[in-house]
């Protein structure tokens, strides 16, 4: 299995407060990814990197924003979340534009 | 708009018989498809994938179909085994300046009856 590890697994938060989940990898792979899962719609992007500092936005990136300033972290904010962030949220890595290895995921809970 | 669909949420089928779960797209820049299997409370882990300059590609029991005048690939699982009961996900990648995004399908849960 790829070196990804995601923290926290799993989280409760209240409506309005900043959260931060964290993407830790160990492969040196280039591209790191930030999914969210829902019921009826799959896997969908919400911000990827390709190197330290470069990042931009996928399908969903409203009210999330991300910083990688290190090779091996990729770190997702919710500036002030809401209850329509409740999601599955899934980390990625990839070397190339091929194939990428997810993390175990985290449960995030918007109360 | 969807630009990968997999129109069957579902499918059950036997063990041993043949599964085969359909993926659709409409952007024609796509250029390398990749199908992943995903367990619950686990992340997704890639399964098989295939080229556009290609038609077909095997690994073991499963085999993907490139159709790419229909826009349209199949997963075949031959033979299925409970162990397949999953979610399948179809993705695809427009490789030239995607800078690496897959673009998802919604899943199609399959279910491998003993």
């Known amino acids: 299995d790829a070196g990804i590890t995601q923290s926290p697994r799993h989280k409760v938060t209240e409506t309005g407060t900043p959260v931060t989940l964290r993407c830790h990898q160990t492969e040196n792979h280039r591209y790191m990814y930030w999914y969210r899962q829902d019921p009826g719609h799959g896997l969908r992007l919400i911000h990827y990197s390709y190197g330290v500092k470069d990042t931009d936005k996928g399908e969903v990136s409203d009210g999330y924003s991300v910083s990688r300033s290190k090779t091996e972290d990729f770190l997702l904010t919710l500036e002030s979340a809401t209850s329509s962030q409740t999601s599955v949220y899934f980390c990625a890595i990839s070397e190339t534009e091929l194939e990428a290895f997810f993390g175990q995921g985290t449960r995030l809970t918007v109360v | 708009d969807q630009q990968v669909k997999q129109n069957s949420p579902s499918l059950s089928v036997q063990e041993g018989r043949i599964s085969i779960l359909n993926c659709d797209y409409t952007n024609s820049m796509f250029d390398y498809f990749l199908w992943y299997k995903k367990y619950p409370a686990e992340g997704p882990t890639f399964l098989i994938s295939?080229?556009?300059?290609?038609d077909k590609n095997e690994d073991g029991r499963f085999t993907v179909f490139l159709n790419k005048s229909a826009k349209h690939l199949s997963l075949h699982i031959v033979p299925s085994q409970p162990g397949d009961s999953a979610v399948y996900f179809c993705?695809?990648?427009?490789?030239?300046?995607?800078?690496?995004?897959?673009?998802f399908g919604k899943g199609t849960k399959l279910s491998v009856k003993p």
């Open positions: 295939i080229s556009s300059i290609k």
């Open positions: 993705a695809a990648s427009a490789r030239e300046g995607s800078q690496g995004n897959l673009i």
